[in-house]
């Protein structure tokens, strides 16, 4: 598989593919990679290419440098965007956007965490199916201390994943929690020392893009689908998701791989 790099249109936001996986930087680290409006107009598009390119059969999020994921929305531009009626309304459209392109996105994504990862940056996270931190990894949602409304899909995000109890805790104190608190309530799945925190998150990341795309595509579907109301539930389609891989030459390629004691070759057919 060749490598290749996306132009997203901004430094604020690299994007690169290679050997199967898509890696998506977050960039901004004179703000601790703060979400600015350049990478969220950015992000769509990007996230657009990555799904739409054969050859990615995982995503990485992660931040420029060491000392952070995300720090969050970019404050500084809260008084031009976040103020009057409007300008929140403008502000939500392309923050509803982002969030709608990390949810077409039907190929496993992994979310690399090291230092802050807080407000928006942990809505980013969220984004992912899997999240693995470094111990100085550290997880907040300050609206509390800034007087900002927050969203019931930021809630129900967060809910969804560490439950309502901890969640209220996290929102309500707007404190910082440790990776070692954020693993012990299913925030991140697990926690790797951060010399080692690459090569952990890219040997996951490998071992997916080389299992069946089929079959892992289907099992995201179905997991999300989980994540909706009952009476909202696309199951016909997760069933034909499962069908197509029982009729694929996926499917026989595992067969013969594991009779012939070799590794398989999925072809995503």
């Not at 977050?26 to 600015?36: C, E, T, W």
């Amino acid at each position: 598989m060749s490598d290749t790099t996306i132009d997203t249109g901004t430094d604020q936001l690299l994007v690169e593919v290679r050997d199967g996986v898509g890696r998506v930087t977050f960039n901004n680290p004179g703000k601790h990679n703060a979400l600015s409006l350049a990478i969220r107009q950015a992000l769509p598009g990007a996230i657009a290419a990555l799904e739409g390119d054969p050859a990615v059969r995982v995503v990485v999020m992660t931040g420029a440098g060491t000392k952070a994921f995300m720090s969050g929305a970019d404050i500084s531009e809260f008084g031009a965007q976040r103020t009057t009626p409007d300008a929140r309304a403008e502000y939500d459209r392309s923050s509803a956007a982002v969030a709608g392109a990390w949810h077409t996105l039907t190929k496993p994504i992994i979310a690399m965490i090291r230092g802050y990862c807080l407000g928006g940056g942990l809505l980013t996270a969220l984004q992912a199916d899997i999240r693995i931190a470094s111990p100085d990894a550290r997880f907040a949602v300050p609206a509390a201390r800034l007087g900002l409304g927050y969203g019931i899909g930021g809630v129900q995000a967060l809910s969804e994943v560490v439950g309502a109890a901890a969640a209220a805790e996290i929102l309500f104190s707007a404190r910082r929690f440790s990776a070692d608190e954020a693993l012990s309530v299913g925030l991140v799945n697990r926690v790797v020392d951060a010399d080692d925190l690459e090569g952990a998150v890219m040997a996951l990341a490998q071992a997916i893009a080389a299992n069946a795309p089929l079959t892992v595509a289907a099992c995201k579907a179905a997991l999300r689908e989980l994540r909706r109301a009952p009476e909202q539930r696309d199951l016909s389609g997760v069933a034909a998701m499962v069908e197509a891989c029982f009729r694929s030459e996926d499917y026989l390629e595992g067969q013969a791989a594991f009779a012939e004691k070799r590794e398989p070759r999925f072809r995503g057919r």
